[in-house]
Every structure is written in structure tokens, then in C-alpha cells.
């Protein structure tokens, strides 16, 4: 598969050339001054900082050891990752506030010059962090119901005071902010109030609100919704897509959460795009345990180099098995990922094509058991 790819060059040249998918990174002469520089088809890295977390969600999956993310390897990792055409970096964790070296990693990716957007569970955040976060490209905060059922199911009393207290700091701010929710068992009947008790607090400044399902392993089949229960939940986020309109909050995935809510609902799919799965060459996951070009397929490049690793004959492989849909599908709309992604993913749909039944335990990334909330993984952060 190929695609034209825009180029440019420190000599100021710039360009496209035909670039073949299927080898996700190379290297090319410049037309104009011969400099060889990088050419990929990679935009977006997804770091996650570490898998501790001062929450014990009982919807979280992480390995029930957890390491932190070394602070010089990871600045130098975002290096890299500019070099080779990345635009967008996402923070996420476990909870990216745990990690003590975050506010140089921040300073780094911001001198970068790249799109910084972070994900985070609200609880750690401080009045005199806002200048810093006012420089993210956008900042997601989850939010899973009311007080009483947020705290049941992020496991911690007086989470949801401590989270809307940042939501409450945020509004006064100029934070580009959003909230997403895990839509299961616990909370589906209070979506809309979540959404309307947010939307006082951020008026005009809420910017985005995103709904996704549990993500559906065997452990956690016991928090999906039944089909009355969905039915519960879509009639609320109807309602949900109108009032966002009044204070302009963009509803994320609005065409998966309404039009193809039954596809979106179906957890026992996994589907892959019908002309086949080009994330493995836009995107890459970045954790302690090295870098993943679908997080789904859970096979690490362990090189310390991105560059590397992205050279390697184990990426291409990964590469691949996107490109020729041998890889094992995603779970539906666990995340929706991009318009391209859902495009080629209804067409699948529409064509029943490229679609695996049945809930499966996805490969695990991690040397370590995957677990919920353990001792070895949860750590206690005063807020
Ligand atoms: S325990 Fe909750 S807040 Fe922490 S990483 Fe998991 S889902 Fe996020
Ligand atoms: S599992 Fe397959 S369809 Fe899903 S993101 Fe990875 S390569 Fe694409």
C-alpha cells in the first residue's frame, strides 16, 4: 500500500513522495541538497509515563507489578520521535501525575514544538500547575458518574470531590479541556446527570466530552450492559449530543455513539478496517517495556532507539499484520481511533468482512500478570 507523505528539509525544501506503508520508517535523499532525512507515515505517540495509580478503577487493566518510565529515556525518545515527522504526543498512565520527573518531561515535549495532549484522573492537579497545563493541546479528564458511584468504581472515597475541584480550577482557566467515561454496569443510568452537573462547572469552557464502553477481557465481562440496559444509555447520550451544543462541547464520536450505537454497543466483534489497518504506520505507543506500534498486538519493540526499533524487521512484521489484517481485530470502539480507522471499519461492518467473534483475552504486552488494582501497582499520593 502507498501514500503520498508531505517531506521537508532543514535546507527548506519541501515535497511528497510515494511512500510504500509497508516499511514503517526510512530514510531519503533530499531532491535539493542530498541530506538524507526520515520518512514516515507516524503522527501521533502515546506514552504512557508508568502503570501506577493513585485510583483503583475496577475497569483498569495493568500489570500487577509496575515500573516508571526513565525520565532521560523518555526526553529522549520525544527527540527522536520529532525527527522521524511525529506531531502529536499523548500522556497517559496509569495516572501521569504519579511520575515525579512529569513536569521536565512536560518542558521537554513543549520545546519540541509538538501538540502535547494528556490524560489524567484529576486528583493530583494544583492551582499552580495551570500555566504549565495551559499549553497542552488538551487536557482529558475522566469522570465516571456521581460522587457515590464514581468513588465505587475508581475504589477511593472522595475521588469524584477531588476531581470536579480540578474541573472547577479548569473552568477558571484557559486549559483546553474535555472529560471522557467509561460507560458499564455502575453507571449507565446517571450519564446525562454527569453530563449536566459537568457542563455547569464548565459552561463555555468544557470544549469536549467522550463516551466509551468498557474495555471487554474476561475479567471485566461482568461490568458490560445488557441490551436493555444499552438502550438506557443511548437515549441518554442523544440527549446528551443536544445540550452539548449549547455551550459548545464538541461530543466526540458522534457518528459511532448515535448512528452505529448497536456496533458500538456489540462488544463480542473484533473487526479490522476493510482495506486493512494502516495505525500500525500513524501511530505508537511508547511504555516502559518499549515501543508499540498497536497496542493491541501487544508486541514490544524493545530497541532503546525509536528510530531503531521502527527500522527493525519486527515492526515491519507488526506493520503487516495491520496492512494485510492478519492481526487480532480490535474489540469495537473501545477506541474509535480516527476517520480513517472508523471508515474502513464500517465498510467491514457493511460488507461482514474482517470481523471475529467472540470476547478474547488480547495478547499481553506486559512480562507481568495483567491485574486490576494490586499492592504492586497502586500508590498512595497525598491530594
Ligand atoms: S486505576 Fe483508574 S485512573 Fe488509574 S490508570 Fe486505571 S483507569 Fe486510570
Ligand atoms: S488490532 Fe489490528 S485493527 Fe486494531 S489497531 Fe491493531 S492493527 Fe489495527
Request: charged residues 25%; hydrophobic residues 35%; contains cysteine.
Amino acid at each position: 500500500m502507498f501514500k503520498q507523505i508531505e517531506t521537508s528539509c532543514s535546507c527548506g525544501a519541501t515535497g511528497t513522495v510515494n511512500k510504500n506503508l509497508e516499511i514503517p520508517l526510512e530514510k531519503m535523499a533530499c531532491t535539493s541538497c542530498g541530506k538524507e532525512n526520515y520518512v514516515s507515515n507516524y503522527y501521533k505517540m502515546d506514552i504512557a509515563l508508568s502503570e501506577f495509580c493513585n485510583l483503583k478503577c475496577q475497569m483498569c487493566r495493568r500489570p500487577s507489578y509496575a515500573v516508571f518510565m526513565d525520565k532521560d529515556w523518555c526526553k529522549s525518545v520525544m527527540t527522536e520521535a520529532a525527527a522521524i515527522g511525529i506531531k502529536v504526543i499523548s500522556f497517559s498512565g496509569g495516572e501521569p501525575f504519579v511520575h515525579k520527573g512529569i513536569w521536565e518531561i512536560l518542558d521537554h515535549a513543549f520545546s519540541l514544538g509538538l501538540k502535547i495532549q494528556l490524560v489524567t484522573n484529576g486528583t493530583l492537579l494544583r492551582k499552580e500547575h495551570i500555566p504549565v497545563l495551559e499549553k497542552l493541546d488538551c487536557c482529558t479528564v475522566s469522570l465516571d458518574g456521581m460522587r457515590d458511584n464514581h468513588d465505587k468504581i475508581r475504589g477511593k472515597k472522595g475521588s469524584w470531590d477531588r476531581t470536579i475541584k480540578t474541573l472547577e480550577m479548569y473552568a477558571e482557566s484557559n486549559i483546553q479541556w474535555g472529560t471522557n467515561t467509561v460507560i458499564q454496569k455502575d453507571n449507565f443510568t446517571e450519564i446525562k446527570e454527569l453530563f449536566n452537573h459537568i457542563q455547569k462547572i464548565g459552561g463555555n469552557k468544557y470544549s469536549y466530552c467522550g463516551f466509551s464502553n468498557v474495555e471487554l477481557v474476561p475479567e471485566t465481562l461482568h461490568l458490560a450492559l445488557n441490551k436493555d440496559e444499552e438502550k438506557v444509555a443511548y437515549e441518554q447520550l442523544l440527549a446528551i449530543k443536544e445540550d452539548a451544543q449549547k455551550t459548545h462541547t464538541w461530543f466526540n464520536d458522534d457518528i459511532l455513539l448515535t448512528k452505529y450505537f448497536q456496533r458500538f454497543a456489540d462488544k463480542n466483534t473484533r473487526v479490522r478496517p476493510h482495506g486493512g489497518c494502516t495505525l500500525p504506520t500513524r501511530f505508537i505507543g511508547f511504555s516502559a517495556h518499549g515501543f508499540y506500534p498497536c497496542w493491541h498486538i501487544g508486541k514490544a519493540l524493545k530497541q532503546k532507539s525509536l528510530i531503531e526499533a521502527l527500522m527493525s524487521p519486527e515492526a515491519k512484521e507488526i506493520v503487516s499484520s495491520g496492512l494485510c489484517k492478519t492481526c487480532v481485530g480490535c474489540n469495537t470502539f473501545n477506541y474509535s481511533w480516527d476517520e480513517e480507522w472508523v471508515n474502513g471499519v464500517m465498510k467491514s461492518f457493511d460488507t461482514n468482512e474482517n470481523i471475529s467473534y467472540g470476547v478474547v483475552a488480547l495478547p499481553n504486552p506486559f512480562e507481568e500478570e495483567l491485574s486490576g488494582a494490586t499492592s504492586g501497582n497502586t500508590i498512595d499520593v497525598e491530594w
